[in-house]
């Protein structure tokens, strides 16, 4: 069976190509590896203010992401990256929802997107939304006129959502809680499949047709990749996080573990929220904040590091979340240090979790003293099979049974 795909990202394809990555991109990019898929349709994530709105036409629509322009006007640009995919970015869902699909239905069969097929295979659309900030469009294709001019027939549609955290909890939507709910509420009912993160977020969808729990995967091979020079230059043992430095940390224990550890560094990658508290932190001498750094390039950090920690706080927001960065720590085969957050239940054998900040210095030091080559390739070893491309093959295996 044969798909085109209708995608609805949380990102830009700008942010993905800068080397800002999510299970969004991830399973974008399997997607297009499969045979099963024929074309996907990817549409940039969906501004909802003014302010976002004007972010995403200059960086976005005025400028090109690479690839061949296919479609420009005031509001919207439509890119051809490679022979599977195409890029839609647009502003027009600031004034109405309902015209960004009119145009996606007018755009593929202005140009026919979708009509490669062999007259044997199948046509099925495939409509795929990360995003709960709108959800008119499962229920909007499925009576849509985007159709194959070669054979004379609508395409049948198929819905899925992949739900990736609570945006009810988000503290970057906490103005929008109630839309969120809403849209939630219609996505439990007009989608077709409903997978999640994490085992919490099923509960978000109580009267849905078909949910299903698929955790985050990781790409081994990349994670294993170790610079010929050090990159990291800071004092050794290092403590490090990778991840957003927002409200989600708990910055009073990663202030408490720096005193505790004069002697250890604390290497903090990734980008520093504006409501994120880290003056205290920054005033620390041993506390190092490296910034953002891309996807290609974070196994080499990683691999600098001599144990990685997760210091989340506890509440609703991250009880939904599946941590991708546990994923990528075991992939390079280093210790781990973890507050309970949910999905670590998994891999309990191989990690340290800790309740309270003077458990969680203490499993450092632990964890540090234990390490080993068989600990090391023990780690490895749990996620060789936790990769994309099997959580992929999952998914298109539930949606084609």
């Not at 996907?40 to 709105?53: G, S």
């Not at 250890?264 to 750094?293: C, M, T, Y």
Request: positive net charge; glycine residues 2%; hydrophobic residues 35%.
């Amino acid at each position: 069976m044969k798909y085109n795909v209708i995608m609805f990202n949380m990102s830009e394809f700008r942010e993905w190509k800068s080397g800002i990555v999510n299970r969004n991109y991830h399973i974008l990019h399997n997607l297009l590896e499969k045979d099963q898929i024929n074309k996907i349709f990817a549409v940039d994530f969906l501004p909802y203010t003014k302010k976002r709105a004007l972010k995403i036409l200059m960086r976005s629509i005025l400028k090109s992401p690479g690839g061949k322009r296919i479609h420009f006007d005031l509001t919207s640009r439509l890119t051809k990256i490679s022979d599977k995919l195409y890029v839609y970015s647009t502003i027009d869902s600031i004034f109405s929802e309902q015209k960004v699909y009119k145009k996606i239905n007018k755009l593929i069969n202005k140009y026919d997107l979708f009509n490669n097929l062999t007259v044997k295979q199948s046509n099925n659309l495939l409509v795929w939304s990360y995003f709960p900030m709108f959800s008119g469009y499962f229920n909007y294709f499925k009576n849509s006129k985007i159709n194959s001019q070669k054979f004379e027939k609508e395409f049948e549609c198929v819905s899925v959502f992949d739900t990736v955290d609570n945006w009810m909890e988000h503290p970057n939507f906490t103005n929008y809680k109630d839309r969120i709910k809403n849209n939630y509420e219609i996505i439990s009912k007009e989608s077709d499949y409903i997978f999640t993160v994490s085992k919490d977020l099923l509960n978000i969808f109580p009267n849905a047709k078909n949910k299903e729990w698929i955790p985050n995967g990781v790409d081994l091979e990349h994670f294993n990749k170790k610079s010929d020079k050090t990159i990291i230059h800071a004092g050794h043992p290092i403590i490090g996080y990778v991840g957003t430095i927002e409200k989600r940390l708990d910055f009073e224990l990663i202030k408490y573990l720096s005193l505790k550890n004069p002697e250890k560094s604390i290497v903090l990658i990734g980008p520093v929220w504006k409501n994120a508290q880290v003056d205290e932190l920054k005033s620390q001498n041993n506390i190092h904040f490296l910034g953002r750094k891309s996807y290609s390039e974070l196994p080499y950090y990683i691999n600098e590091f001599d144990v990685c920690i997760i210091p989340h706080k506890i509440d609703k927001f991250t009880k939904s979340m599946n941590p991708l960065k546990l994923y990528e720590y075991l992939a390079c085969g280093k210790p781990i240090v973890t507050t309970k957050v949910s999905g670590i239940e998994k891999f309990q054998e191989l990690i340290y979790t800790a309740k309270t900040k003077e458990e969680f210095n203490e499993k450092i030091s632990q964890a540090l003293s234990e390490n080993s080559k068989e600990k090391i390739e023990s780690r490895k070893n749990a996620v060789q099979d936790e990769n994309w491309k099997n959580r992929v093959n999952q998914m298109l295996e539930t949606i084609s049974k």
